[in-house]
């Protein structure tokens, strides 16, 4: 992959994580619950990391970036997403951020598949694993929030 093409991805990546930092910002501006609040602003803070970490990469040999891959486990792509609201419950919060994280890596996984050659291919693929991270993580706050275990 050319240099110039690798920088072009990264900075439509980096778009990508910009566009997720002012959802998640703008939500947590906009509800009242101090929770959610403090959730949004923590996601958001997450999303700046992401952009960070992304720029650092426009300086970098393209062939050596590598990410881990997350467990998708898919426990928010069936959920109806919710409108964004003033009086936004939190697991509606969490559905709203993980319908986000589940954009962003079906994005990177259809540009994976569309993909001329094997490093642009690669270099997607790890985007989209990044992102289902992302997406695993909310996944797994939202199934702690809905389905409590109770002990007795």
């Known amino acids: 992959m050319k240099t110039e093409d ?3 991805i990264i900075s439509t990546a980096i778009d990508r994580e910009v566009e ?3 959802f998640y910002r703008n939500v ?3 509800v009242n619950d101090k929770n959610l609040k403090a959730l949004f602003a923590e996601l958001a ?3 700046k990391k ?3 970490f992304l720029q650092g990469f426009l300086t970098k040999d393209v062939s050596r970036i590598k990410f881990a891959a997350g467990h998708d486990y898919k426990v ?3 959920l109806p997403t919710p409108d964004l609201t ?3 419950k939190p697991l509606d919060g969490l559905v709203l951020a993980i319908k986000k994280e589940l954009d962003a890596m079906q994005m990177y996984t259809q540009l994976a598949s569309a993909a001329a050659d094997m490093e642009t291919q690669l270099l997607f693929t790890q985007l989209a694993n990044m992102e289902r991270g992302h997406k695993a993580r ?3 706050l939202y199934t702690n929030m809905a389905f409590p275990e109770t002990w007795g």
């Open 6 to 8: 690798a920088k072009k």
């Open 76 to 78: 928010g792509d069936a």
């Open 86 to 88: 003033m009086n936004l």
């Open 50 to 52: 992401h952009r960070e």
């Open 28 to 30: 947590s501006d906009k």
């Open 138 to 140: 909310l996944e797994d």
């Open 20 to 22: 997720a930092y002012t």
């Open 45 to 47: 803070g997450e999303e």
